[in-house]
C-alpha cells in the first residue's frame, strides 16, 4: 500500500506543473474567451492537452487513486472543448446564421417556396376577382376584426383617409387609431398564420395550403375594395412597403410546412421518422429567420408608414425590399457554401 501511494505521488508529481499551466489557461480560455489570450499560450494549448491526455492514458493503465483520475478526466474533457470545440460569441452566431445558414437553407428549398408564394398569389387574385365581380363576397372572405369597418359600404373618402391620416392633425385621431388597431391585428395576424403554416405541415401539408391561399383571399379581397374606389394603387403603396417582408416571411413558414408535409408523406428510403427529424431541424432554420422577418416588418409598419405618406416613396421602398431579400436569398453566403463542399 505505501509502495502504491508513493507511485501515485510520484506521478503527480513530475506533471502537476504542466496540469496547473494547463488548467489554469482553459479557465482563461473559458472566462475570457480565446481572442483575449496571448497567441503564444494558445500555441502551447495543444500540447498541454495531449500531455493530459497521456498522463490519464497512464493513470488508468497502472490503476492511481480514483481521486485522481477523476481530476484528469474532468481537466482532458474541459481542455477538449476548449482546443477542439467551437468557441463564438452570440455575436458571431447570429452573423453565422443570418449569413450563411438561413440563405442556405432557404436556397435548398427554393421550389417550395415558389410553390408557397404562388398559393399565396393564387389565393390574392381570387379575393380579388370574386369580390370584384360581387362585392357580397367581401363579407364573407374577411373578418370583421381584420376589416376594422372597412367594407363595401364605407365611403371613398373614409378609405382614403386611413390610408393618408396626418397624426398631427386634430381631425385625423380617429383614423389614426383605427390604422394601427389594423396594423398590430395584420401582423399578429400574419405572424400566427405563419406559425401555423410550419406547424400545421405534420399534417401532410393540406392545412398550409389552406392557410396560405386563405390569407391571400383576404388580402386580395381588401384590394378589390379599394381598387373599386379608384385607391388600388394606394392600397397597395401602404401595405407593401412592410408587407414585402411579413407576407414573404408567411411564405417562408409555407414552404417549411410543405417540406415537413412532403417528408412525411414520401419519407424515401429512409424511415419516416428520421426523415422528419432531419427536415424539422433544417426547416426550423427557416422559421427562426422568418420570425426575425416578422420584427423587420413590425419596425418598418411601426416608424416609416406612419411618417412618410408620399405614394412614389412608398413604392421606392416596397421596390427596394423586394430587390434586397431577392439579392439576400439569391447570393449571400454562395461563396460560404461552395468552400464548404469542396
Keep these: 500500500m505505501a509502495e502504491f501511494e508513493l507511485k501515485s505521488s510520484q506521478f503527480r508529481r513530475e506533471r502537476e506543473a504542466s496540469w496547473n499551466e494547463l488548467e489554469r489557461l482553459v479557465e482563461r480560455v473559458e472566462t475570457r474567451g480565446p ?29 492511481l487513486d480514483k ?8 481537466l482532458v474533457g474541459r481542455a477538449y472543448l476548449t482546443v477542439y470545440g467551437t468557441k463564438r460569441s452570440p455575436g458571431e452566431a447570429v452573423l453565422e446564421f443570418l449569413g450563411l445558414r438561413f440563405p442556405a437553407t432557404v436556397r ?8 408557397s408564394v ?31 369597418g372597412r367594407n363595401p ?18 381631425g385625423q385621431t380617429r383614423a389614426h387609431a383605427m390604422l394601427n388597431v389594423f396594423a398590430s ?15 400545421l405541415g405534420f399534417a401532410a401539408g393540406v392545412p398550409t395550403v389552406f392557410l396560405l391561399f386563405t390569407n391571400g ?13 379608384g385607391l388600388g394603387p394606394e392600397f397597395w403603396a401602404w401595405v407593401l412597403p412592410h408587407g414585402v417582408t411579413e407576407l414573404l416571411a408567411v411564405c417562408l413558414c409555407g414552404m417549411a410546412g410543405l417540406v415537413i408535409g412532403m417528408a412525411l408523406v414520401f419519407p424515401g428510403d429512409r424511415s419516416r421518422l428520421d426523415h422528419l427529424a432531419d427536415r424539422g431541424r433544417e426547416m426550423a432554420i427557416v422559421v427562426i429567420g422568418a420570425v426575425m422577418m416578422f420584427f423587420a416588418a413590425a419596425l418598418i409598419e411601426g416608424f416609416f408608414r406612419q411618417l412618410v405618406h408620399d405614394e412614389a416613396i412608398r413604392w ?18 454562395r461563396r460560404r457554401e461552395r468552400s464548404r463542399t469542396r
Design 118 to 148: 404562388g398559393i399565396m398569389g393564387l389565393g390574392v387574385l381570387c379575393g380579388f376577382l370574386l369580390t370584384q365581380s360581387d362585392e357580397n363576397w367581401y363579407y364573407g372572405i374577411v373578418p370583421n376584426e381584420m376589416a376594422q
Design 35 to 63: 481572442r483575449q489570450i496571448d497567441p503564444d499560450d494558445l500555441a502551447r494549448l495543444p500540447t498541454l492537452y495531449r500531455g493530459a491526455v497521456s498522463s490519464l492514458s497512464v493513470a488508468r493503465a497502472i490503476s
Design 67 to 74: 481521486a485522481l483520475l477523476e481530476y484528469l478526466e474532468n
Design 185 to 199: 391585428f395584420l401582423f399578429t395576424h400574419n405572424a400566427k398564420i405563419g406559425i401555423l403554416c410550419f406547424a
Design 153 to 170: 359600404s364605407s365611403t371613398t373618402e373614409a378609405l382614403r383617409e386611413e390610408l393618408y391620416f396626418d397624426p398631427v392633425g386634430q
Design 108 to 115: 435548398r428549398y427554393w421550389v417550395y417556396l415558389a410553390v
Design 316 to 333: 421606392a421602398v416596397a421596390s427596394g425590399t423586394a430587390l434586397a431579400w431577392l439579392a439576400y436569398f439569391a447570393g449571400m453566403g
Design 217 to 229: 383571399l383576404m388580402l386580395g379581397a381588401m384590394a378589390a375594395l379599394y381598387a373599386s374606389r
